[in-house]
Nanobody, 127 residues
Framework: QVQVVESGGGLVQAGGSLRLSCAVSGRTLSSYTMGWFRQSPGKEREFVAAISRTGSTTYYADSVEGRFTISRDNAKNTVALQMNSLKPEDTAVYYC????????????????????WGQGTQVTVSS
C-alpha cells in the first residue's frame, strides 16, 4: 500500500521561510519523478516544482523560480521543498505526489500524470 505524507506547513510572515517534507512508503522512491503542487480556495491545482528520479534535474513554476528549491533523498524515501521569500500569494494547501513516467516524457508539470498524492499540508503567509 502506497502512502504519501506531507508535513512542515504552517503560518509564516511574508519574507519568511518554510521547509515542507514528503515521506513515501510502499514504493521505491528512486523509480519515480516527484512533484509538488498547491491549491488555494476557488483555484485549480497548480504545479509548483518537480524533480527527476536521480535528483539531477529540477523544474519550477515561474511564480516560485529562484525562491523554492526541491530536493530528494532516495535512501530515506523523502522529498523536500524549501520555500524562501514567501509571499501572501503562496498561501495554499501543498501536495506531494509521485509520477511513474520518466522525466524525458515532460509530464512533470501535469497533475494528471501523478498517481499517488498526499493529504496536503496548509501553508499560510501573512502580509
Amino acid at each position: 500500500q502506497v502512502q504519501v505524507v506531507e508535513s512542515g506547513g504552517g503560518l509564516v510572515q511574508a519574507g519568511g521561510s518554510l521547509r515542507l517534507s514528503c515521506a513515501v512508503s510502499g514504493r521505491t522512491l528512486s523509480s519515480y519523478t516527484m512533484g509538488w503542487f498547491r491549491q488555494s480556495p476557488g483555484k485549480e491545482r497548480e504545479f509548483v516544482a518537480a524533480i527527476s528520479r536521480t535528483g539531477s534535474t529540477t523544474y519550477y513554476a515561474d511564480s516560485v523560480e529562484g525562491r523554492f528549491t526541491i530536493s530528494r533523498d532516495n535512501a530515506k524515501n523523502t522529498v523536500a521543498l524549501q520555500m524562501n521569500s514567501l509571499k501572501p500569494e503562496d498561501t495554499a494547501v501543498y501536495y506531494c505526489a509521485t509520477n511513474p513516467q520518466a522525466w524525458y516524457r515532460r509530464t512533470y508539470y501535469n497533475f494528471k500524470a501523478y498517481d499517488y498524492w498526499g493529504q496536503g499540508t496548509q501553508v499560510t503567509v501573512s502580509s
